[in-house]
T-cell receptor, first 114, second 114 residues
């Protein structure tokens, strides 16, 4: 079945540091890939997505590129801010088969210190 | 446009009690899902629905029932609460294949079973 493995946390960085959170996946078909962010006390919200190989998703300075050859979708940001402190989830769905379901990684907690 | 709403936000139950977690969406989405979030375990799918009158089991369905009488509503019932059901519960909806299965999440219900 489908699975998502993401970098274990927690991750602690200083403001303006470079961020990478690794994510790899296993899927039977051609999935869409997502990064969701969860701020304290809130639900998950979409950060960015990519629907096919070599697509790059980007939003709020975050980027991730869909790499089919390495089955990866690593999240990067060049200069993190304190407000980026949150839990980040990598996820996939297979639109042709999954009836609206998604498979999530375990989440990576990011703390950014001033 | 409220998106996905969930009630209550917090609930404490005694072992053996039953209750219903409410979920509603106003985006006319066909697909709806319930997930539970536990520390270090990401999100696990409990039940999902591909339309009114159609539901199916996810990864961890035991102890939970669902029904989908309308497109808008997807309540989750705990039949006889157990301490193992202490968790944060998220309802999600998505429009389906045409939009690459991006999930829209509610704010969550934090449930404690004593």
């Amino acid at each position: 079945g489908d699975s998502v493995t993401q970098m274990e946390g927690p991750v602690t960085l200083s403001e303006e540091a470079f961020l990478t959170i690794n994510c790899t996946y296993t899927a039977t078909g051609y999935p869409s890939l997502f990064w969701y962010v969860q701020y304290p006390g809130e639900g998950l919200q979409l950060l960015l997505k990519a629907t096919k190989a070599d697509d790059k998703g980007s939003n709020k300075g975050f980027e991730a590129t869909y790499r089919k050859e390495t089955t990866s979708f690593h999240l990067e940001k060049g200069s993190v801010q304190v407000s980026d402190s949150a839990v980040y989830f990598c996820a996939l769905s297979e639109p042709s088969t999954n009836a609206g379901k998604s498979t999530f990684g375990d989440g990576t907690t990011l703390t950014v210190k001033p | 446009n409220a998106g996905v709403t969930q009630t209550p936000k917090f609930q404490v139950l005694k072992t053996g009690q039953s209750m219903t977690l409410q979920c509603a969406q106003d985006m006319n989405h066909e697909y709806m899902s319930w997930y539970r979030q536990d520390p270090g375990m990401g999100l696990r799918l409990i039940h999902y629905s591909v339309g009114a009158g159609i539901t199916d089991q996810g990864e961890v369905p035991n102890g939970y029932n669902v029904s989908r009488s309308t497109t808008e509503d997807f309540p989750l019932r705990l039949l006889s609460a157990a301490p193992s059901q202490t968790s944060v519960y998220f309802c999600a909806s998505n429009a389906g294949q045409a939009t690459s299965d991006e999930q829209y999440f509610g704010p969550g219900t934090r449930l404690t079973v004593t």
